[in-house]
């Protein structure tokens, strides 16, 4: 198919890309999105999960990537759409995240936050001091959070507030007291097992920025949420919203080189700043290569015939499980991978969608369990048996019922998503520093060419579904033509 003449093109049709391309349409732009892959969404699909030893017409769907979009709370973006409006249906687990430990014990993060400080016992009061004013300011510790990272975000008169429980947060879990600051290994390593989703060494300043912001999220109204019928369903409602205003999207079509970019006043580019840098022409291309590739990711989508048997049966109340063990092995797992070495006991995030969403289960009662294990930039390990031997040693019984394994390497992640090159699922290397100035240390991180802007997780905020890259980018863009921004709300 072969692209029609517009205002603005959009490459990639991930959260980020949709977001954008949603904005320009409502504005009154002609906007076209090219995708690489025959299915739009990106990071936020859902497709079926057909395995060897899955029985045909099981129906098994399975969320690609992402499967718990958290950041949609806190996201200017998605408040102003409005998914709910949209027949969206987020479903609130009653624990948001939880940490299991040897010996049948876990950190339980519940949606409530006394709950969770109770379960905590004589770390019950650190809790609350830590995570209750992040919790409170949780508004103003995303707009921080999900800032363009180059003004200072003014969400109302709790803003000061919000900055100190996040400076608070930040010293705690970053610095050399955190230590003293918990009593029991179940606290300590609950929250760093948040701190854990950034795929860099911990203890770090990027590392506990995050566990600050996702956790306070963690104790909001909607918690850490599942989608009823897969994460997909966020995609869907982006793509009718931007048929709905004049936009198209092209599948099956990736852009190789600067002459496949169709002319257009705005280009926009959703992909990753190494991908990107392809696209452009010197001293542009240079600029972008200039952000460091990060370490990778390897896909484990199991099929169970049953639920997965934790010891401590209140992680299965867990929308997401943080599979590693104690504070010891997060480090050490995080340090051999940012070393660029295979942790034996890797650090796994996992999701059992079915608990909160009895329709995801197959014809035959099979179940799809979604997880990854964190690896080096690059690897082509299948780390099945270690990612099993991680969760038989928290759920013995685990590998009874297996029925399937789909793996996908680090170094395959890109044939479904050429924004994760080597396995890269951040946009680019994390570390403050990286956090603050990606893609660039330049003033406007979006406008990367001329008539060019990058609207990626390569760009501030960074990793997440929440589409503010793409928000912020497409202000920049209407700015550029002298168009207001218009209303998102359906
Ligand atoms: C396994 C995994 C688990 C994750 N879990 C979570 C989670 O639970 N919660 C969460 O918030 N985030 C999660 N993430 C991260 C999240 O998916 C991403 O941060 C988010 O999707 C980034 O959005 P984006 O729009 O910047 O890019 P993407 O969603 O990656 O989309 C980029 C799009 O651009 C297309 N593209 C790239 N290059 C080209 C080209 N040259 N030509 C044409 N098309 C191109 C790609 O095909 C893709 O569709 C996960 C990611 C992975 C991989």
New binding site residues.
Partial sequence: MTPRPVDAVV???????LAAAVTLARAGLRVTV????PT?????RTLPLEGPRVPAGEGLVQDV???????VSGSAFFEEFDLAARGVELLVPEVSYAQPLDGGRAGIAWRDLDRTAEGLGVDAGAWRRLVGPLVRHRQEVASIALSDKRSVPWSGAGTPAGAAAFLQALAVLAGPGGERWWRTEEARALITGVAAHTITRIPSPAAAGTAAYLGALAHGPTGWPLVRGGIGRITDALLADLRAHGGEVVPD????SGPDLPAARATLL???AR?AAD?LAEPYRSRLRSLPVGAG?C?LDYVLSGPVPWSRPEVALAGTVHVCGDVGDMRRAEAEVAAGRHAERPMM?LSDPVPLDPGRLGRTGLRPVWA?AHVPRGSSRDVRAQADAQLERFAPGFRDLVVDCVVTPASR?AEH????PDGD???GAISLWHMISRPTARMDPYAVAPGVWLC??STPPG????GM??LHAARRVLRALGRPVPSLAP
């Fill in positions: 490459v990639g049709s991930g959260p980020n890309g090219l995708e690489g892959q739009p969404g990106g990071g936020v990537c992402a499967a718990v979009p958290a950041a079509h990736p852009v190789r959703d992909t990753h991908v696209l990711v896909k995030l990854y992640m998503n050429a924004a994760y699922i951040s946009g990626s997780a990793p997440g579904v929440h890259s793409g």
